[in-house]
């Protein structure tokens, strides 16, 4: 970004059957980008919800020019932050978790000039500035084992490839996106894998991070496709299949 230009932003919400908290999320998040002095738009990419998701969304919008709504087939996550991340405008394009467990106010730890020269940069919620809020142990426990798993196999030095508030350069997904094979949960774990393929600067960012009991995601029913799609990405490295030109 050059000197005195204005920072744009696109803040992508993948959703998927999340009309009990998206109308209060799309509030908070609207409240704090109106008293920033960005350019910016809130990109909802419904993941082909069977609940009222995506009326919510667009009824919102009918009163925020700056809330687009994109509707996508159910491909999963991965693909609807594929597509969202593609349609982006801004130089920089963060995911944001419809359950916003991580204060707003920390989407400026993402952004210059809190943070500069990366190309992706990524919330941990490990390391002396992180915290956990109110997340069970055993919760955290199933998380560091697969986290282990990740450094052994794809990712190593990485200390949290899966919380879901990470920011991209514009070049960044011009990058990454086009490789990423994934839709399922283990997408972060690729794209991370992309991103050093592509010799494209990753930073991690401590963040405050706020434990949801009602998060889409299950260790047990979805750990072992998670691994399956990790050895799967561990091939693909190995292979040199992410360096390969497009």
Known sequence: MAPGESLTLTIVVPAFNEER?????LATLC???CR??????VRVVD???GDDTARIAESFASTEPRVVVQREPHRGKGGAVKAGLAAAPGEYRFICDADLSMPIDEIARFLPPLAAGFDVAIGSREGRLARRVGEPAYRHLAGRLFNFMVQRLALPGIEDSQCGFKMFTAKAVSAIFPRVTVDGWGFDVEVL???REQHLGVIEVPIEWHYRADSQLSI???????????????????????KASL
């Open 47 to 49: 993941d082909g919800s």
């Open 36 to 41: 920033q002095p960005w350019d910016w738009q």
């Open 220 to 242: 047990l029913r979805d750990g072992a496709g998670m691994l399956r799609e990790l050895l799967r990405i561990k091939w693909r490295v190995r292979r040199g299949v992410y």
């Open 193 to 195: 894998a992309i991103a």
């Open 31 to 33: 409240d704090y980008l």
């Open 21 to 25: 908290r998206l109308a209060a999320t």
